[in-house]
């Protein structure tokens, strides 16, 4: 018998995750493999080498196709959606992203989906002048306005291997004398490990009802704080200074040059100024990143991880895709 309403979930369950053989969809479908779940990927890179040995088949994104994206999502009982763009660029944008998500979430209707688990962002807000913010919370509402039953997770930033963000920050630390954060560097920000949202992800999919998660880790850092833990943990502690963070931008569009990437965009910027990776809520992730970043010392930082290069190389690991 089919079932009749999410409450109803077989389980295992076959799954859809965007962007599998990436970054956090990665270790959220090896979660769901590993708990026996049927796991297929909707991505825009097919050929992208991955662990899974072909536990995980690969359907293409197809969002000039609906008909062709809904037909990939076939008896598939949960979507978990990491789609997304970090910034404007040649080629991809915020507003095609959001035309995107809605194209994947009627497709997810017409297909049958019973169940969607979407990853966002902490602070979304319609009335943000932060491109990223205000589609983020756009695209919520569009969710939402399916009526299909889902669960929002807000992560403020992830870490793990193949992150960007923090291993970034171990990199300069790495390589720089000083270190320097836009402003005070008192803005707050609460990272959590890649795979405690996996992990929230995977309990999400055979949850009823719509609920919305603070995906936000056990600790929480100045940015000033942030990047004097990554350093001691590294055994780089440096000299921090407050930059004027139009200069700060400048110079790292400088880096950028160098390593053929877009380091961080003014958007980010304020967006960290603002406040926006920090909320008022109990913490959902366990793993403390002051304790995981010591545990990858060796690693942590070694390498520069470049956005651009994911987007450039459809075909290598993000593991592999590292510029500097
Ligand atoms: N990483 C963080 O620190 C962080 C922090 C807060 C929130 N989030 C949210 O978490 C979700 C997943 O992030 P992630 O870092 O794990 O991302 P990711 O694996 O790099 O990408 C997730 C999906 O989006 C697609 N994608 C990413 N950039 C794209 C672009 N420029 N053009 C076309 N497709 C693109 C990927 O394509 P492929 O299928 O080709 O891989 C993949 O399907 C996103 O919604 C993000 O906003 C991430």
Redesign the pocket.
Known sequence: MSPTSDTDFPSPVRVAV??A?????RYIARRLVDLGHEVITL???PA?QNSFRGSVPAFP?AFDDPAMLAESMDAVDVLVN?????FN?RG?CFSEAIENSRTLFAAAKLAGVRRVVH???TNPDEKSGLEYFRG?AVVEQALADTGLAHTVLR????FGHE???VNNIAWMLRHLPVFGVFGDGQYKIQPIYVGDLADLVARSVSETGNRVIEAIGPETFTYRELVRAIGDAIGCPRRIIAVNPRLGHALAWAVGTMVRDVVITREEIRGLMEGRLYVDAPAAGNTRLTEWARANRQWLGGRYASEMA??RD?RHSYAELRGG
Do not use: E, M
């Open positions: 965007t962007g053989y990436g970054y956090s969809g991505t825009n890179s992208r994104l990491t789609y997304w763009v970090r660029s991809f990853v966002s962002i983020k992560p403020a930033v992830l992150d960007i963000l994911r987007r459809r």
